[in-house]
């Protein structure tokens, strides 16, 4: 499994990060597979984020009480274009947080 975790400033408004991550995604053309909750992280949002017909699953938590954002790639849910979308979203995800600094 590969983590990637996300820079979240520490002045940084949180409330419209559900909104950043599935903008940042819809840009590179993924559609949400489905979007809940993880048990370990109260309060948390997950999504599995694919792309069509292409093989392949990016997942992607915020934990608003952690203040953290993370993606992750299952070994058995690799798929092409994930390495390059993730470094955009992750890029675009960052930008809008620090943009959205208090």
């Not at 975790?5 to 949400?32: G, M, W, Y």
């Not at 997950?46 to 992750?72: D, V, Y």
């Amino acid at each position: 499994m590969r983590e990637v975790e996300f820079k979240v400033p520490r002045a940084a408004q949180l409330p419209n990060v559900d909104a950043i991550i599935e903008d940042a995604c819809a840009a590179e053309s993924l559609v949400i597979g489905m979007k809940g909750k993880m048990a370990s992280f109260p309060g948390s949002t997950h999504w599995h984020f694919k792309r069509a017909t292409e093989r392949g699953i990016l997942e992607i938590t915020f934990f608003p009480l952690g203040r953290r954002i993370w993606a992750q790639v299952q070994d058995g849910r690799r798929g092409e274009w994930i390495d390059a979308s993730l470094a955009n979203i992750k890029q675009a995800v960052e930008r809008k947080l620090k943009e959205s600094k208090r």
